[in-house]
């Protein structure tokens, strides 16, 4: 019946998951790069979600210290509390980096429950299904889903669930992280992506309104699991 706090990372850990994200050490940072990194730690607060989502965004960043300032700026206040309300204002900023494929593809996670595990394959293939996945030259249309998958892996917006270590540790399945789950459902809603039928607190928008999606889901461990079903022209 005890509750235990956890802490929030110390700086030096917060660095150590901050460097070896972007350059697998704190010594392969570039000096220029040391000062801005601080005040982005500073603004991250010491919340491991945080420090992955913004090294995840400079990933794909050019190391210039222009750029890094501008992406600074972008997250805001301080997270002082390391407030849920705050940690959205990370998960945004991760969101609004996203091509336009990508976003299309995150949000389609919102149509399963929280906490759910989502197999890659059947994942991919209902993407592909939505026409969401747009073939690249030399691959099939399931390797390019694969490569959006992998992607939204490595910007740690997707967790690996499970992994095949016979095919050199490929994940077979994701799940979401419970903080961007609820960003996506409320992101999706907000969009009219989906409509979520079954869960207590999402406010779906006018009834009047084209539904595009539905997604039924069920609290009850009798009837753990998701139906979807996509509508055109209701």
């Known amino acids: 019946g ?9 700086m030096v850990h917060s660095r150590q998951l901050f460097y070896t994200r972007l350059f697998n050490s704190e010594e392969k940072c570039p000096s220029y790069l040391k000062e801005i990194s601080g005040q982005i730690l500073d603004k991250c607060a010491g919340l491991p979600l945080a420090i992955i ?3 995840s965004v ?9 750029i890094w300032d501008q992406v600074k700026d972008l997250i805001g206040r301080a997270l002082r509390n390391s407030s849920v309300e705050d940690m959205v204002n ?4 991760s969101y609004l ?6 976003k299309t593809c ?32 030399g691959y099939t249309v399931y390797e390019s889903g694969e490569m959006c998958f992998n ?22 399945s994701c799940r979401v992280h419970d903080t961007v789950h609820n960003f996506i459902v409320s992101k999706a809603v907000e969009e009219n992506f989906v409509t979520i039928v079954g869960v207590l ?33 209701l």
């Open 90 to 93: 990370i998960i945004s900023l």
């Open 2 to 10: 005890h509750v235990y706090n956890i802490r929030p990372l110390s």
């Open 201 to 233: 607190g999402v406010i779906n928008p006018d009834p009047k309104a084209k539904i595009r999606r539905v997604s039924l889901q069920n609290d009850d461990p009798i009837f753990v699991g998701v139906s979807t079903l996509a509508c055109s022209g």
């Open 53 to 55: 989502a913004m090294s």
């Open 97 to 102: 980096d996203l091509p336009p494929h990508l």
């Open 106 to 137: 995150l949000l389609y996670l919102s149509i399963f429950p929280e906490g759910h595990i989502i197999e890659k394959e059947n994942l991919i293939r209902r993407w592909i299904g939505e026409g969401f996945i747009q073939k690249k030259s």
């Open 151 to 172: 992607d939204l892996i490595n910007r740690s917006l997707i967790q690996a669930a499970k992994m095949d270590e016979t095919f050199g540790d490929e994940v077979k």
């Open 58 to 66: 400079l990933a794909d960043k050019a190391s210039e210290k222009e």
